[in-house]
T-cell receptor, first 116, second 115 residues
Framework: DAGVIQSPRHEVTEMGQEVTLRCKPISGHNSLFWYRQTMMRGLELLIYFNNNVPIDDSGMPEDRFSAKMPNASFSTLKIQPSEPRDSAVYFC??????????????FGSGTRLTVV | EDKVVQSPLSLVVHEGDTVTLNCSYEVTNFRSLLWYKQEKKAPTFLFMLTSSGIEKKSGRLSSILDKKELFSILNITATQTGDSAIYLCAVHAMAGGTSYGKLTFGQGTILTVHP
């Protein structure tokens, strides 16, 4: 298995531009999570999906952020318009959700976003 | 709101030293506590702890959970330069009123091991 695949690995964009981050979860995993990591705030959960349905998006900073999961093998996180304070590493993770436990919680390699 | 606090935030030691990293938490509907190691890229899984008092061990790393006092420690003995990384603690808890769980991470401890 190739693991969780994220693209692009690095993104540099100008303030005001739209940015789209992509994630392919591990095949068979039914939960997908988007995290943002900064030195100041650590790893913050933005949104998570179970069986392609958004369950909790309370971590999404504001309306400029949106996420979709059109099918079990693909998700996007979009920022429009982007701002310098959005600069961070964005991680996608997937897992198999059991009754009480999240099994095999695996992170992708992340997308380093820089907004200038 | 679920909260996970790690200490210290950073630690500098020499090879061969033993270190103890701390993680305390305040969550409702606790299910498990996980430790991750993050080097240059994505966090990689170390341990999952669900029961109090049972030590998990992997080589020079070990971890234990105290569900009464709501904390966990991660020990690394005979540290090596390759242990330099960010160590992340995360707690899996079920969201109130739902059957869905999520991981809440602490800030991490930055460990630097000098030769």
């Amino acid at each position: 298995d190739a693991g969780v695949i994220q693209s692009p690995r690095h993104e540099v964009t100008e303030m005001g531009q739209e940015v789209t981050l992509r994630c392919k979860p591990i095949s068979g995993h039914n939960s997908l999570f988007w995290y943002r990591q900064t030195m100041m705030r650590g790893l913050e959960l933005l949104i998570y999906f179970n069986n392609n349905v958004p369950i909790d998006d309370s971590g999404m900073p504001e309306d400029r952020f949106s996420a979709k999961m059109p099918n079990a093998s693909f998700s996007t996180l979009k920022i429009q318009p982007s701002e310098p304070r959005d600069s961070a590493v964005y991680f996608c993770a997937s897992s198999l959700r059991g009754t009480d436990y999240l099994y095999g919680y695996t992170f992708g390699s992340g997308t380093r976003l820089t907004v200038v | 709101e679920d909260k996970v606090v790690q200490s210290p935030l950073s630690l500098v030691v020499h090879e061969g030293d033993t270190v103890t990293l701390n993680c305390s938490y305040e969550v409702t509907n606790f299910r498990s506590l996980l430790w991750y190691k993050q080097e240059k890229k994505a966090p990689t899984f170390l341990f999952m702890l669900t029961s109090s008092g049972i030590e998990k061990k992997s080589g020079r790393l070990s971890s234990i959970l105290d569900k009464k006092e709501l904390f966990s420690i991660l020990n690394i003995t005979a540290t090596q330069t390759g242990d330099s990384a960010i160590y992340l603690c995360a707690v899996h808890a079920m969201a109130g009123g739902t059957s869905y769980g999520k991981l809440t991470f602490g800030q991490g401890t930055i460990l630097t091991v000098h030769p």
